[in-house]
């Protein structure tokens, strides 16, 4: 199906989205205002989408029309950081959930020409062995998703946004002390790696741009963004 035709048949989807959404905001902000940042949103899923994943496209288009509403949001000037922090971790998280189901085992050289699928276990592979190479994978999967939620939260508490309610003297020092953490680990990256998170969480570009940026395809700034979240939590586990 073109782009043209998926847009078309889940327009009704992003009303859908629009809708839930609307009843968090305040009255001034139009529907049709969100509506129009969810067909952005739309727009970009149905570029990037890849039926061989085996994926629905609703699925698939889920996080992108929520992440682009809740950009228009922050652009109008009305947004607070928690609500801007956990649409940015879902689409961060989304992202990165992506890539390491595309490519699982890699610890992937950008630099490098790209490489092949990696080859079918041998027949005979012990089942076992299998299954706990899966859990491991699952496991560092969901460790890592808490170095994206981190320093989503750290770039969240970065933009100038409205609306928050005040922390209590003891959350507000944790946060501090986990925000120092975080930006000390980040500073321990190499010079692209630390790039990449700068203009990734804290510019909030999108993956095409930092691509520009860092001189990589989009598909290998992909990559490399999954193989500097797995990194930065190995870091911040050893601090």
């Known amino acids: 199906m073109d782009r043209r035709a998926l847009v078309e048949m889940h327009a009704p989807y992003v009303r859908s989205i629009v809708g839930k959404i609307k009843k968090s905001v305040p009255h ?3 529907f049709e205002e969100l509506y129009d940042y969810g067909i952005i949103g739309l727009l970009e899923a149905a570029d990037r989408f890849d039926p061989s994943q085996g994926v629905a496209f609703t ?5 992108r029309i929520r992440g682009a509403i809740y950009d228009g949001l922050r ?6 950081r928690s609500a801007y922090a956990k649409a940015r971790f879902e689409a961060r998280a989304n992202a990165y959930l992506e890539e390491a189901a595309t490519h699982p085992h890699e610890e992937p050289d950008p630099k490098a020409a790209p490489k092949g699928q990696p080859s079918a276990p041998e027949e005979g592979e012990d089942t076992r062995h299998a299954l ?3 859990v491991q994978d699952l496991a560092t999967v969901v460790h890592n998703l808490a ?3 981190i320093t989503s939260l750290d770039a969240a508490l970065e933009a100038k946004l409205t609306n928050e309610a005040q922390l209590g003297p003891e959350e507000a020092v ?10 000390k680990t980040i500073r321990r990256l190499s010079p692209e790696e630390r790039k990449l998170l700068e203009l990734y969480y804290y510019k909030d570009q999108s993956m095409q741009q930092v ?3 860092l001189g990589l395809s989009k598909s290998w700034t992909s990559r490399l963004h999954a193989r500097v979240i797995d990194k930065l ?3 911040l586990e050893e601090s």
């Open 28 to 30: 001034d902000i139009s």
């Open 59 to 63: 699925t698939y288009a889920y996080y």
């Open 75 to 80: 652009r109008m000037g009305w947004m607070s």
């Open 132 to 134: 706990e190479i899966a």
């Open 147 to 149: 170095a994206v939620y």
């Open 174 to 183: 944790g946060l501090e002390e986990l925000r120092t953490l975080v930006r």
């Open 211 to 213: 691509g520009d940026a």
């Open 233 to 235: 939590h190995r870091m």
